[in-house]
C-alpha cells in the first residue's frame, strides 16, 4: 500500500497562508454544527447531518483559486465557509428561509450550492454530482482556463457508479479535477472496507491518475499537500485523487445513534485523535501563532457572533405554499422567425445534421459529445458527419458509457449557461445515465431556479428500419434498438421531451432546444431518419405533410410545446388522430385512405413537443371533431400515450360523442427481431385505420 503522508513542508506553506481566518473558519464550522444539532434536538426542524471531524476540508479550498470550482458533499460546511465567508447561509437553510442563499429554504440543511461562488448544487444522491463535475472540467479544459474543479465525497461515494464515472472522464480527457475522498471510516453503519479492495492510491494510479493519501486530521498537512497536488494540475499533468483520512466525530445523521453501531473505544480513540479542529489550534498554540487564551477567546466570539445571527435569521420569511411550482421548467419564449434560406427536399438525417452545424456556427463553445460521433462516419447514423466535416472538433467521441456522456454536456452546459449536446447512440441505452438525466431536470427545482442545466440529449428511438412500419420491411430494431423512449422522459419533472415527425420540424426544434434553459430529450425515429414523405394505398404523396421534407437552409425555430395541426380531406373534422414520431406518418395513411373511400375530413395533431405538450390543439382537435383516437408506439406499460389519453378523459368529456380511442404497440418488452411478429407487435395505418372505421359507424 503506498502511503504519502507529508507534514515537513507545513511551515512554508503557512508563510502564504492567513493561518488564523482558517482556524476562525473552522471553528465557525463546528460552532454551527454543534448550534445546529442541538437545534434539532430541540425539535426546530427536522433533520441535521453534520461537518465534525471534515472541518479540514477548509485547508483545501483555502489552496485553491477563488474561481475554482467546488462540487461538495453535506459534511462540507468549513469549505462553504471559506469559500464565500457566509456564516448566515447554513442557519437560513437549517431553518428554511427564503433568505437561504442554496436553495432558498426549499432542501434540507448542508445541500451546499451557490452559482455565485461557482459551487454545484450538491444532491441527496450520494456521488450524483460526480458525472458534472466531469462536464466542469471538461469545459475548463475546452476553455482552456487555468480553473479547477475540486470534487468530494466520502468513502462510500467512491463505490457509486457516479464516482467511478467522473474517475474515468478525468482520466481519459486528462481533466482539470482534484477528487478528494474524506474518507471518514464510515458509510453510515458501513465500515469503508467494503466500500474498494486494497489501496484506494494504487487503484487510481492504475487507472492513470496521480493520488496520495493525506492526514486530513493535521490541517497544515492537507493545506501544504493541496497546494502542490494543485500544481500538479494546473500545470496540465491529468487529474488527481487525494485520499484524505479522517475521523467521524458525531453520528452519520440527526437520525442515526451512534452507539448503536461504534464501539466506546473507538468514539473516545476518534474523539482524542482526529479532531482537526483541536489538532490545529494546538499546532498554532505550539508554533507561536496563538496562545492558550485565544483559544478560548476564539471559541466564545464565534459562537456569539452565530447565536446574533441566529436570533436575526429567525426574523426572516419562510416559504409560503404558493410557491410550490416556482422553478421546475424553462420553456424558451420563442421568437417568431420566418425561416429565409432556401428550400431543398432534405431526409430528417440531413436536417438534423444542418441543425448541428447551425448551432455550432452561432455558439464556439458547441459541442456534440457521445459513442463514435467524431468519426468521419459521424456517429453510427451519421448525424454528426457535417459536423465532423465543417466544425473539426466539435463532434467528440467518447467512452462507451451514457451516464459519463450525459455529465460531460450537463456540467459543460452548467458552466457556460449554453446547451451542450449529449448523442446517446440507442434511447434503450441510457438506462445507465437515467439519473444524471433525473439530477439535471431537478436542478432549477431544488437551487429554487440558482442553477439550471442546458442541456439536449439527442437519442435514436423506436423501431428501426427506414420509412413507415406500413410500408417497410422488417426493421429489425428488436431488443435494445427498438424502445420509443417517451416513457423514461416524459415523467419526469422539469424534462423538455420533444419527437418530431419530419425534417422541417426537427430542424426547426433542434435549433429551438439550443435555446432551452432546461434539459431537453429529442427523440429521432431511426424509421424517419431517411423516410420520405407518407403515402396513401394508391401511392399519392399526402400533400397536407409532404411540404415538411423541404428544409429551409440556415437559421429558423420552431415553438417548443406546439403541435401541429394537419387537416387530411376537405369540410368538418369528424375525427382527430393524436400522435408524434412514426405514428403521425401511419396516421396519415390511414386518414388519407379513410378520405378517399368516404370523403369528408380527419385531423391529425402531431404533437411534435410531448412535455409539456399542446393540450390546447389537442382539446381544440376534440371540440371540433367529438372523437378521438391517440395512437403511439410506446408499449402500454403505461405510456406517455396512456397520459394523453387520460388527459382527454378528464379535460374533454363533454366534448366527446363517445369513447376516446386508445391505440399503442402491445404490452410486450420490445419489438421481437423476426418480421411477423415485429409487425404484429407494432400498431399501423392499418390498425388505425380499422379503429377510424369502428368510430366514424358509431
Ligand atoms: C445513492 C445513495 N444511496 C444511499 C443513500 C443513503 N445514504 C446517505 S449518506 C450514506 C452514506 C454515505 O457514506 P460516505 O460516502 O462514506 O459519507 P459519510 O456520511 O461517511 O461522510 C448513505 C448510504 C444516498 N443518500 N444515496
Redesign the pocket.
Known amino acids: 500500500m503506498t502511503v504519502n503522508i507529508r507534514t515537513t513542508e507545513a511551515n512554508v506553506a503557512a508563510q502564504q497562508l492567513d493561518l488564523i481566518a482558517l482556524y476562525r473558519t473552522m471553528v465557525t464550522a463546528r460552532t454551527t454544527n454543534d448550534i445546529l444539532k442541538t437545534r434539532k434536538t430541540q425539535g426546530k426542524f427536522a433533520f441535521y447531518i453534520g461537518c465534525a471531524g471534515h472541518e479540514s476540508i477548509a485547508a483545501v479550498v483555502a489552496a485553491l483559486n477563488e474561481d475554482d470550482w467546488l462540487s461538495l458533499y453535506y459534511?462540507d460546511l468549513a469549505a462553504w465557509l471559506q469559500r464565500t465567508g457566509d456564516i448566515r447561509g447554513p442557519l437560513r437553510e437549517a431553518y428554511s428561509r427564503t433568505t437561504g442563499p442554496m436553495c432558498s429554504g426549499r432542501n434540507m440543511p448542508s445541500h451546499y450550492s451557490s452559482k455565485r461562488h461557482h459551487i454545484l448544487p450538491t444532491f441527496?444522491?450520494?456521488?450524483a454530482l460526480a458525472p458534472f463535475a466531469g462536464g466542469v472540467g471538461f469545459s475548463l479544459q475546452w476553455h482552456k482556463s487555468s480553473d479547477l474543479i475540486m470534487y468530494t465525497?466520502?468513502?462510500?461515494?467512491v463505490a457509486?457508479n457516479d464516482f467511478n464515472v467522473l474517475f474515468r472522464q478525468a482520466a481519459v480527457h486528462k481533466l482539470p479535477v482534484l477528487m478528494v475522498v474524506?474518507d471518514?471510516g464510515?458509510?453510515?453503519t458501513t465500515a469503508s472496507p467494503i466500500q474498494w479492495a486494497g489501496s484506494l492510491v494504487e487503484w487510481a494510479r492504475g487507472g492513470g491518475v496521480y493520488a496520495e493519501e493525506v492526514d486530513g486530521t493535521d490541517t497544515m498537512a492537507t493545506y501544504e499537500a493541496t497546494t502542490r497536488l494543485v500544481q500538479h494540475i494546473r500545470s496540465g499533468q491529468g487529474p488527481v485523487l487525494m485520499h484524505l483520512r479522517l475521523g467521524?466525530l458525531d453520528a452519520?445523521s440527526s437520525s442515526t445513534d451512534i452507539k448503536s453501531y461504534r464501539k466506546k473505544e473507538e468514539i473516545e480513540l476518534t474523539t482524542a485523535t482526529k479532531d482537526p479542529v483541536k489538532n490545529f489550534g494546538r499546532w498554532l498554540v505550539e508554533h507561536g501563532h496563538l496562545q492558550e487564551a485565544d483559544i478560548e477567546r476564539i471559541r466564545k466570539e464565534v459562537r456569539a457572533e452565530l447565536e446574533r445571527a441566529e436570533a436575526q435569521v429567525l426574523q426572516e420569511p419562510e416559504p409560503t405554499a404558493d410557491r410550490v411550482m416556482d422553478h421546475v421548467i424553462n420553456v424558451p419564449q420563442w421568437r417568431e422567425n420566418t425561416p429565409r434560406g432556401k428550400k431543398r427536399p432534405t431526409p430528417m438525417l440531413g436536417a438534423i445534421n444542418e441543425a448541428l452545424v447551425e448551432l455550432a456556427q452561432r455558439d464556439s463553445g458547441f459541442f456534440v459529445y457521445g459513442q463514435d460521433v467524431g468519426s468521419p462516419k459521424g456517429g453510427v447514423f451519421g448525424a454528426t458527419s457535417m459536423l465532423v466535416t465543417q466544425f473539426p472538433g466539435r463532434a467528440i467521441s467518447s467512452p462507451l458509457n451514457e451516464q459519463l456522456i450525459v455529465g460531460i454536456a450537463a456540467g459543460a452546459g452548467m458552466v457556460d449557461g449554453k446547451a451542450r449536446c449529449a448523442e446517446i447512440q440507442f434511447v434503450d441505452y441510457h438506462q445507465s445515465a437515467a439519473q444524471t438525466i433525473r439530477m439535471a431536470a431537478r436542478v432549477s427545482y431544488q437551487s429554487y431556479g440558482d442553477w439550471s442545466v442546458p442541456l439536449i440529449i439527442r437519442t435514436k428511438s423506436g423501431s428501426g428500419g427506414g420509412g413507415p412500419i406500413s410500408s417497410s420491411t422488417a426493421g429489425g430494431g428488436a431488443f435494445g434498438h427498438s424502445n420509443t423512449g417517451e416513457q423514461w422522459f416524459t415523467t419526469i419533472p422539469g424534462m423538455i421531451t420533444i419527437c418530431p415527425a419530419t425534417p422541417f420540424d426537427a430542424k426547426g426544434l433542434l435549433l429551438e432546444a439550443g435555446r432551452a434553459q432546461s434539459p431537453v430529450a429529442f427523440l429521432e425515429r431511426g424509421r424517419l431518419y431517411r423516410s420520405e414523405p407518407p403515402k396513401d394505398d394508391q401511392g399519392n404523396v399526402i400533400a397536407a405533410i409532404a411540404e415538411c421534407w423541404n428544409v429551409p437552409d440556415g437559421y429558423y425555430t420552431l415553438p417548443i410545446g406546439k403541435a401541429r395541426r394537419l387537416r387530411i380531406g376537405e369540410g368538418p373534422s369528424s375525427l382527430a388522430i393524436i400522435a408524434w414520431g412514426t405514428m403521425v406518418l401511419e396516421a396519415c395513411t390511414a386518414a388519407a385512405n379513410i378520405v378517399n373511400s368516404r370523403g369528408g375530413a380527419i385531423d391529425i395533431v402531431d404533437l411534435r413537443t410531448l412535455a409539456p405538450f399542446d393540450e390546447e390543439a389537442v382539446a381544440a382537435a376534440v371540440r371540433e371533431a367529438n372523437r378521438v383516437i391517440v395512437v403511439t408506439e410506446e408499449s402500454d406499460l403505461t405510456s406517455f400515450g396512456r397520459h394523453v389519453h387520460s388527459w382527454i378523459v378528464q379535460h374533454c368529456f363533454y366534448d366527446l360523442d363517445g369513447t376516446p380511442a386508445f391505440i399503442s404497440a402491445l404490452p410486450a418488452p420490445a419489438a421481437p427481431y423476426n418480421a411477423p411478429e415485429e409487425t404484429a407487435f407494432y400498431p399501423t395505418a392499418r390498425t388505425i385505420e380499422e379503429k377510424m372505421g369502428e368510430l366514424l359507424a358509431e
Open positions: 459534511r441527496s444522491e450520494v456521488g465525497t466520502g468513502d462510500g461515494g457509486t474524506e471518514n464510515w458509510a453510515i467521524l452519520h
